[in-house]
């Protein structure tokens, strides 16, 4: 039998067990695959990153530049959950270093402290 989408030649022991469980799909099963949200590995999930990504695998934003960089503890280079990234402890590092209430007085909020790198490595390209 022959994949409706692809073309490809589906295997008898397939079809068969396709048969048994009363499921007689006539496309192939990487034609009826979907993106996953979360993929379990040895008892652990890891979250797929759904965009572009550099030829080594790495993870890519909509503007070039890397998701996380580095190796991943699960070692899936395309992991983009946070707990998976060992340098996900250099965030609050990178804030402090743009924390200035200790003179002003005046607290800002991480988000606008992200907005403020982004915005100084997208001017540096």
């Keep these: ?25 006539t496309t192939c099963h990487d034609c009826t695959a979907t993106k996953s949200q979360r993929i379990k590995y040895n008892g652990e999930y890891c979250e797929p990153h759904q965009g572009a990504f550099t030829d080594e695998d790495e993870p890519l934003d909509e503007y070039g530049n890397l998701i996380m960089p580095g190796a991943r503890v699960c070692n899936h280079r395309d992991c983009v959950r946070v ?19 200790y003179r002003t007085g005046v607290r800002l909020d991480a988000q606008a402290i992200l907005q403020k790198i982004r915005e100084e490595q997208n001017a540096s390209l």
Excluded: K, T, W, Y
């Design 1 to 25: 039998m022959l994949c409706n989408r692809c073309g490809i030649q589906i295997s008898e022991s397939v079809i068969e067990r396709r048969r048994a469980r009363g499921n007689m799909s």
């Design 83 to 101: 707990s998976h990234c060992p340098r996900s402890d250099a965030l609050p590092l990178e804030l402090e270093l743009f924390d200035i209430s």
